[in-house]
């Protein structure tokens, strides 16, 4: 099993990071889907979990994470959209993610659910939606390893970007510790991810802008390359 330093400093040595967001897979045959990504080199899977309740929608849980599992080494990275996620985690943790982010409206105080998801050799994140100031999350920056910035209300694939979100990213990169892993989700194409590259997110989660191109492999390199080119200017 990896520890927790290994799957950190994994994603943190892969920059930039172009995530797959799954809920925009085609479940009908997620197997299809797997071979697709795992040939089109993701480093990165982002897994949506929803529980109709925290978010107006429903997607899957920790028994289709487990079998997705059984068929794939990459490294997943599980977004819990849910209510209460204390009551849930172990599960999540038992079927194989190695990483967990929890939303900050959900769980108010998260130190010791981060701490948990630590101490389990995971990386630990929380989630903020876009109208959730900056304030509010600025005080637990140190007990976590990942930052996600929701750029749409989370619950649906396909939305437009909320560009009022990225002084958050930068706040977030001139105010957080230092390896701090920075990710943006909802909305990222290649019209938006530059501007949150620049602002110092490292880990791109992308739905619609992989899973409806033609070519997984080549809209994953085409948003890397953009993501890339603000750094080297
Ligand atoms: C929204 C999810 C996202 C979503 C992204 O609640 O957290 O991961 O699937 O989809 P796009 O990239 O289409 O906005
Ligand atoms: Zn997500």
Known sequence: MQ??????SFLRGAVPVIAPSMLKCDFGNLHRELELLHAADAA??????MDGHFVPNLSYGPMVIERLRERSET????????????????????V???????????????RELLQRIR?????????????TPFAEVEPFLNDMDLL??????????????????VS????????GPEGLVISVDGGIGKSTIAECARAGCSLFVAGSSVFDQPCY???MSELRQLAMEPQAG
């Open 148 to 165: 996600l910035v929701m750029s749409v209300q989370p619950g649906f694939g396909g939305q437009k970007f909320l560009p009022h979100v």
């Open 3 to 8: 520890t927790h330093d290994e799957r950190l």
């Open 75 to 94: 490294f997943f990275d599980a977004h819990l959209m849910i209510s209460e996620p204390a009551r849930y985690l172990d599960e999540y943790i038992r």
């Open 217 to 219: 492999s080549e809209a």
């Open 96 to 110: 194989g993610c190695d990483a967990i982010t929890v939303h900050l409206e959900a769980v108010p105080d998260p």
């Open 168 to 175: 958050k990213i930068q706040q977030a990169r001139e105010q």
């Open 119 to 131: 101490s389990s050799q995971i990386v630990a994140g929380v989630a903020v939606n876009p109208d």
């Open 44 to 49: 990165v899977l982002h897994l949506d979990v």
